[in-house]
């Protein structure tokens, strides 16, 4: 089983994802209504390749975080699969996974609430340890000290409750946590959007140095597009549970076509006015027509051939594609 | 139209009194929007609050004046601030969902504002309401006045906060990182939002935000805060490209720059000291400054520059036209 995997992946990528959907019930609002279901995660696919950091943007509720807990196995998908070095990961046991859990890592946003606060660092660290086999002090200890150092800290901070650390502090913890168990894939959800601004350039330098050092791949998820674009090789733009637009870093940055990836961008350079931005409509309050462009309701280029027929992937560039059927009529607006 | 000057602030806490804004001067014209810009704990939102009456009772103003039109705010009792809190001076808050009263429908909260300063009622409160509503960008005022807030989306419920807060015509606005808790695509609109009502009223507007870029869209001066002092006071366009205060300068090197991927961001070593370990005597940045000198643990005054701004660094002593203030 393991062997056919293997041949659907890529050699040099670390992770494939196939086709994930994840949906959640939605409240009724009478008894007896059909129940309704809200898609947090519709056919999204992708690959990272080794070393490489991806970048995951997107606005809240698009279904961000659902994908980066589902490749961490936090959460079970609808349909769809993971591999992860060269295995399946979507669909075996939890129990089974246990020794793959050590590769892959997640670092999360808010670093007060990722640390047990009745525990000292000390042992947060230890159990860590613990939990993949690695019981004797001393080899707790050889393995702790010098990632201790490379992340910035001194020892004294071992004894210390995380109450008595800083936000950036703290985020060094669970960065320096997420490399205890020697993964090669880190998913790092919104890691900085807690930190004020001096501390949040410490530990995106950290990252990138870390992530060089150790040859780490990882999938940055974050809705802020410049520091997506500081930190990642490759970018997927998600709205709404789809991925709308992907490609290299600068590409999609700089000649970014789908119209949302663009409204991103111009949120961020400018504030014009005239711009037409669009509602932001609260997602569930959306009619989401199985059959038309998700994009419809907010997209200045809409027309009946949008609501009609779902766009599919186009090609921009070289491994730059986007999801829209009016690349052409864009591509000649912008001239 | 608002002078603040030289205002200190301190905190009552384990029988001492702590410092929390020391010699806050600026000033807003009518009109004219400010930012303060800064990090968590610097003293902005004290600021606000100090300006709106707000204080915590163990937080008290020691001394210096606030004026606006000609009162000072800063001896008000809270008596006199009822009277012109909410008509002339009024606040957005960060947190739309916990300033809003979730058992009371939008519409209704508005309609609260203008019956405790216009004494309206029944059919004129009602065609005000949907007008203010519709004034915000709601394009279904009739529906949106019968939601409750968690029925509402982030940037609807800021946008209701913003018509409550402008149903008086204030004179000064003042927004409390009005767009922290937003989307980047919302974001841009409330920040349009505001812009446009002040286009509309010659209001003055305090924009409060840790970020910089927010600002420097939004804003024509800057005052940029750490540890209750305001380090640099300026135009934006100045600041923002040639900022002179170490920390104004490292604070920027510190935003991640589309034109400089490979390089590694700037990073000011050190945290923001609490409200305990903070300095009492010298320069309250000493400590985190790569520029330290002997003379920065004396008095450090404000000093303005040739182009008008001022910075509170000793560097500038003789640099660039500086002279005491």
């Known amino acids: ?335 | 139209m608002l002078k603040v000057d030289k205002l200190n602030v301190s905190i009552k806490m384990n029988k001492g009194l702590y410092p929390v804004l020391e010699d806050v001067s600026f000033s807003v014209a009518r009109g004219d929007t400010l930012g303060i810009v800064g990090e968590s704990g610097c003293g902005k939102s004290m600021t606000a609050m100090a300006l709106m009456g707000l204080l915590r009772k163990n937080i008290k103003i020691v001394s210096g004046q606030i004026n606006f039109d000609g009162m000072d705010l800063a001896a008000f009792s809270q008596k006199q601030y009822e009277q012109i809190r909410g008509k002339r001076l009024s606040m957005i808050f960060q947190d739309s969902m916990s300033s809003l009263n979730p058992l009371m429908k939008a519409g209704k909260q508005i309609g609260e504002a203008y019956q405790i300063h216009f004494g309206l009622s029944g059919d004129a409160l009602d065609s005000k309401i949907l007008e203010s509503l519709n004034s915000v960008g709601f394009t279904n005022p009739e529906e949106t006045r019968s939601k409750y807030p968690h029925q509402l989306s982030g940037g609807q419920r800021q946008r209701v906060m913003i018509a409550m807060a402008i149903a008086g015509n204030p004179e000064l606005l003042i927004a409390d990182e009005p767009t922290t808790a937003l989307d980047v695509t919302s974001q841009n609109k409330i920040l349009t939002l505001i812009k446009n009502i002040q286009a509309a009223s010659a209001l003055a507007i305090i924009i409060i935000s840790h970020d910089i870029t927010v600002i420097s869209q939004t804003c024509s001066h800057v005052c940029v805060m750490y540890s209750g002092w305001i380090v640099e006071h300026g135009k934006t366009k100045d600041i923002i490209s040639n900022p002179k205060h170490p920390y104004a300068e490292a604070l920027i090197a510190a935003i991640p720059n589309a034109k400089a991927k490979d390089k590694e961001l700037g990073v000011i070593k050190g945290n923001v000291p609490s409200l305990l370990q903070r300095p009492k005597e010298g320069c309250v940045f000493a400590e985190r400054c790569k520029y330290r000198m002997p003379e920065c643990s004396g008095e450090i005054g404000n000093f303005v520059l040739k182009d008008g701004r001022t910075v509170r660094c000793i560097l500038y002593r003789h640099k660039d036209g500086g002279k005491e203030q």
């Open chain 1, 1 to 335: 089983m393991a062997e056919r995997n293997n041949s659907k992946m890529n050699p040099d990528s670390i992770l494939k994802v196939e086709q994930l959907v994840k949906t959640y019930p939605l409240p009724s609002e009478r008894i007896f209504e059909r129940k309704k279901i809200f898609t947090a995660v519709s056919n999204v696919s992708f690959e990272i390749k080794k070393g490489e950091t991806v970048g995951l943007i997107g606005e809240s509720g698009c279904g961000k975080t659902s994908v980066g807990r589902i490749i961490t196995k936090l959460l079970e998908p609808d349909s769809g699969k993971v591999f992860f070095e060269g295995q399946e990961i979507s669909s075996i046991k939890k129990k089974d996974f246990r020794e793959k859990r050590s590769r892959i890592q997640m670092i999360f946003q808010d670093p007060s609430t990722a640390l047990n606060p009745q525990f000292r660092i000390g042992r947060i660290l230890r159990e860590a340890l613990f939990s993949i086999g690695i019981k004797r002090r001393t080899d707790q200890k050889n393995r702790i000290m010098p990632l201790l150092s490379r992340v910035g800290m001194s020892e004294e901070y071992l004894d210390r409750y995380p109450h008595e650390l800083s936000g950036g502090q703290k985020q060094r913890i669970c960065i320096l946590l997420a490399l205890l168990t020697n993964p090669s894939l880190i998913v790092a959800d919104e890691v900085v959007s807690a930190l004020d601004l001096s501390v949040q350039a410490q530990i995106l330098n950290l990252m990138r140095l870390l992530q060089k050092d150790f040859g780490l791949s990882i999938l940055f998820i974050s809705h802020n597009l410049n520091i997506i674009h500081y930190m990642s090789d490759r970018i997927l733009v998600m709205y709404m549970g789809e991925i709308v637009e992907y490609g290299p870093c600068e590409e999609v940055y700089r000649k970014g076509r789908h119209p949302y990836t663009m409204l991103l961008l111009s949120s961020l350079l400018d504030l014009n006015a005239d711009k037409t931005s669009g509602e932001a409509k609260d997602s569930s309050e959306l009619i989401r027509g199985e059959s038309s462009c998700i994009f419809y309701h907010r997209c200045p280029w809409r027309d009946r051939l949008c609501l009609e027929k779902k766009p599919l992937f186009a090609e921009l560039g070289p491994g730059h594609y986007a999801k829209c059927h009016h690349l052409d009529i864009i591509e000649a607006s912008l001239k």
